[in-house]
C-alpha cells in the first residue's frame, strides 16, 4: 500500500470540482490542500474542514463557496482531511477509517506514518503559505448553539469566533488538534458549527465563511463583536474503559452507566451541584474519568452517587454532551468548562 499524501490542487475551477459535496469527494480523491487564488495573491488565509469524515457543514460550505466562483479577498488555502472517511459508505458517517486514529489528535510530532504523516504536510502547507489565520470547521452530535475553541485568547481570534457565533471555548487541553498546533504561528480557531445534518449548521458554515473569506485583513483589535462568552479550563470526562454506557429515561438493563437521555439540552447551560445525570448499576463501581490539563483525575469533585443517582457535585457549564453512545466511546461524554465572567461562588471562578 502507498503512504496516502496530501494533494495540492491550485485554482481549482468552479465548473470542475463535482456539482455534488459527494462529488467534491470524489475528485478530490484524499486528503487535498486547495489553494483559491484571491483578490491580493501575496497573502493568504487558512481553512480547514473534514477532520472527522461525519462532520459536513464545513465541506458542503467550501463546496458551495467554491461553485459560486467567489473571489476570496487574499488566496485561501483549504485543508480538506478524512475525505476517504467521509467516502465510506454510507457517507458522512465515520469519524475516520475503522482501525485508523483520529486525525484531529495527530497535530503533534512525530509526523511519521499515516495520518500523523498527513497531518505534518498539512500543518507544513499552511505555514508555508503564510496564513494570517487559520479557522477550522466541525460538527458535533448533540444540540450545540455554533461556538468556538481556541488555545490562546486574544482579539483577533474573538473576532474569528464572532465571524459565525457569541460563544468561545479557551481550552487548554492538549490533544493534538490542528488549533492547538498552529496557535502559535496566527490566530488560528475551531469552530463547531452545529449539529451534523442540522442544516441549522450548515448554514452557520456558509455564511461564517463567505464572511470570512471576504475579510480584508484580519481584525486584532476588540472590534465589531456585540457580544462573546468566554467559557474556560475544559475538563474532559469520559467513561471508565470498559464501562457499559446506555442513554435513557431509566436505568437501563445490562448497563453500567445509563445517562439521562436528554443530557444534551443543558449543553452551555450552567449547572448546579446537586443536578441528576444518569443512573449507575453498581455504586462500588465508579464510573467516569475526568481531566483537565493537568491530567489529574478529578471526575469525584465534580460527580457524586447518591442512592445510585449520579449527580453533580459542583457549578458547571457542559459542552459538547453527546446523546450517542459510539461517540461517547470513541470520543468522549462532554466537557465541563467555567465561565470567565463571576458568575458563580468565589472558589470556582477564575480570577
Ligand atoms: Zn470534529
Request: charged share 25%.
Amino acid at each position: 500500500m502507498t503512504e496516502p499524501r496530501v494533494r495540492v490542487f491550485d485554482a481549482p475551477r468552479a465548473d470542475a470540482i463535482g456539482a455534488t459535496p459527494e462529488a467534491f469527494l470524489a475528485w478530490l480523491g484524499g486528503p487535498a490542500m486547495l489553494r483559491v487564488p484571491g483578490r491580493d495573491r501575496r497573502r493568504a488565509r487558512g481553512l480547514a474542514t473534514l477532520l472527522h469524515g461525519n462532520e459536513p457543514s464545513g465541506l458542503r460550505a467550501l463546496h458551495a463557496w467554491l461553485r459560486q466562483g467567489a473571489v476570496p479577498a487574499v488566496d485561501l488555502v483549504c485543508f480538506v482531511g478524512a475525505v476517504e472517511a467521509a467516502r465510506r459508505p454510507p457517507g458522512f458517517a465515520h469519524r475516520m477509517l475503522p482501525g485508523r486514529p483520529d486525525l484531529n489528535r495527530c497535530f503533534a510530532p512525530p509526523f511519521d506514518d499515516g495520518e500523523r504523516r498527513i497531518a505534518g504536510e498539512a500543518l507544513r502547507l499552511f505555514r508555508e503559505a503564510g496564513c494570517d489565520a487559520l479557522v477550522d470547521l466541525h460538527n458535533n452530535t448533540g444540540h450545540n448553539p455554533p461556538y468556538g475553541v481556541v488555545a490562546g485568547v486574544d482579539a483577533a481570534c474573538i473576532n474569528l469566533v464572532g465571524l459565525f457565533g457569541e460563544r468561545l471555548i479557551a481550552s487548554d487541553l492538549r490533544l493534538g488538534t490542528l488549533t492547538e498546533a498552529t496557535h502559535g504561528d496566527f490566530p488560528s480557531v475551531t469552530i463547531e458549527c452545529g449539529r451534523a445534518g442540522d442544516p441549522a449548521a450548515d448554514a452557520c458554515a456558509r455564511a461564517g465563511l463567505a464572511r470570512y473569506a471576504a475579510l480584508d485583513a484580519i481584525e486584532t483589535r476588540r472590534v465589531g463583536v456585540p457580544h462573546m462568552t468566554i467559557l474556560e479550563r475544559p475538563i474532559r470526562v469520559s467513561a471508565r474503559p470498559g464501562v457499559r454506557l446506555a442513554f435513557g429515561a431509566g436505568p437501563a438493563d445490562g448497563a453500567d452507566l445509563t445517562l439521562t437521555g436528554d443530557l444534551d439540552r443543558h449543553n452551555f447551560e450552567l449547572l448546579m451541584p446537586g443536578v441528576p445525570v444518569g443512573w449507575v448499576a453498581d455504586p462500588d463501581r465508579w464510573p467516569l474519568v475526568a481531566a483537565g490539563a493537568d491530567g489529574r483525575e478529578v471526575s469525584q469533585d465534580w460527580f457524586a452517587l447518591r442512592d445510585g443517582l449520579l449527580e453533580t457535585r459542583r457549578a458547571a457549564v457542559p459542552v459538547m454532551m453527546t446523546v450517542d453512545p459510539a461517540v461517547a466511546k470513541s470520543d468522549c461524554l462532554f466537557y465541563l468548562v467555567r465561565p470567565r465572567e463571576e458568575l458563580l461562588a468565589p472558589e470556582t471562578t477564575t480570577r
